[in-house]
Every structure is written in C-alpha cells, then in structure tokens.
C-alpha cells in the first residue's frame, strides 16, 4: 500500500532533550512538509522540503531543524530552544507543481513534561 | 506576513441544517484547496478550485472561489452526523510550493 507513515504515534519527552518525529513516504512525492497544529489555530508550516538535500524554512521554523537525505525520508527535530513544544505535528508530502494535493501522515503527538 | 482567515471557528447544528464555512486572504491565491479532519484524525484532500469565480459539487457539498482569489466558502446542505469533522481552507501561493491554511471550522452535528 502507498502511503505516509509517522512515528510514533504519541511521544513524551523531559524538558530540555532533543527529539526525532519519523516520517517516511512511499508515494514517490517530491515534496515534503512538517505542519504543527494547536487547538484553534490550524496547521502552521514549520519547514518544507521541494526536492532531495535542499528544505527552506516556514512560519514557525525556530527551535526546530530537519533533513531531506533521501526522497523518501523527512525526519523534524525537535530542540530543546523550542519554547512551547507540546503539540500534535503533521507530515505531508505531494507531487512536484504547485496545484498538486497534500498528502498527511496520522501524526505525532509530542508531549514534553 | 500572509494570513488566510476562517470563520467561524464553531458551528453546532441540528441534522437536516445547511451549513457554510468562509475563507479570506490577504493576498491574491493562485488556487485554494479544501481539507477535512475528523475527530483523532489527519487532514484529507476534499477538492481543489483554480479559476476566479469557480464553483465545484460534491454530493451535498458546494464550494466557491471568489472573482478576486481572495476568498472561498465551503457549503453544505441537510448536514448529517458523517459530517462532523473540522474543514479547513487552505490557499495557494504561486511558486512557492506552500499552502496557508485557515485555521479551520469545527463542524458539530446533533442528531
């Protein structure tokens, strides 16, 4: 089956350490996005990735990084200079052009205690 | 920077009533794209509008794209409890790949 996959499904975390969200596609997408969603407050973009070894930045990108090493792979870490990082985080990917539908994983939800 | 506002953000109503979600921007869209998240889920891709003025059909639901690109509603007639979910907007931005989202409508339906 083709799809997008994320993991783990729910994750805690102490306060202070880093921590990696999955997300792998099988789609043969060439873009990739990382969205964090809060109660009221939609989908925000935290980072993009348009094509393999290059990602750019989104709305909310601080306290955040990530890597495109490979087309399949999008992995987001998340800092510890991530001020308020409970949250649930959404990965999609789409097709090449800019008229092309997302794609969502079924999300991460990070706790930090 | 670019926002997409949607209003409202609640909507409680009986089964059999119709129901609309609005969209405004900002800024002029290129295209604007209709999502569906219902309760523990992800977002799921409803449909796509490209042309100024475009209106699209699916089933009970009609979707508009306003002559300036600015704006879009989502309607739904005789709403049934299958219904329930949150929809959001989201709007295009030529050559940049991203979508802004709006910050969606929770759909509440009492049966």
């Known amino acids: 089956d083709g799809g997008i996959t994320q993991s783990p499904k729910y994750l805690f975390r102490k306060e202070g350490q880093n921590v990696t969200l999955s997300c792998e596609q099988n789609l043969n997408h060439d873009a990739m996005y990382w969205y964090r969603q809060d109660p009221g407050q939609g989908l925000r973009l935290i980072y993009y990735s348009q094509i393999v070894n290059d990602f750019q930045k989104g709305d909310i990108a601080e306290g955040y990084s990530v890597s495109r090493e490979k087309k399949e792979s999008f992995p987001l870490t998340v800092t510890s200079a991530q001020k308020n990082p409970t949250a649930f985080y959404l990965c999609a990917s789409k097709l090449a052009g800019g008229y092309n539908e997302q794609f969502f994983g079924p999300g991460t939800r990070l706790t930090v205690l | 920077g670019q926002q997409v506002m949607q209003i409202p953000q609640y909507q409680h109503v009986q089964e059999g009533e119709d129901f609309t979600t609005y969209c405004n921007s900002s800024?002029?869209?290129?295209?604007i794209q209709w999502y569906k998240q219902r309760p523990g889920g992800h977002p799921v891709f409803l449909i796509q509008l490209v042309k100024s003025g475009e209106v699209k059909k699916q089933k009970r639901l009609t979707f508009q794209f306003g002559e300036a690109k600015k704006n879009s509603s989502l309607h739904i007639t005789a709403t049934q409890t299958t219904d329930v979910g949150t929809y959001f907007c989201a709007g295009g931005l030529s050559n940049t790949g991203k979508l802004i989202f709006g910050q969606g409508t929770t759909l509440q339906v009492k049966p």
């Open positions: 800024t002029t869209l290129s295209n």
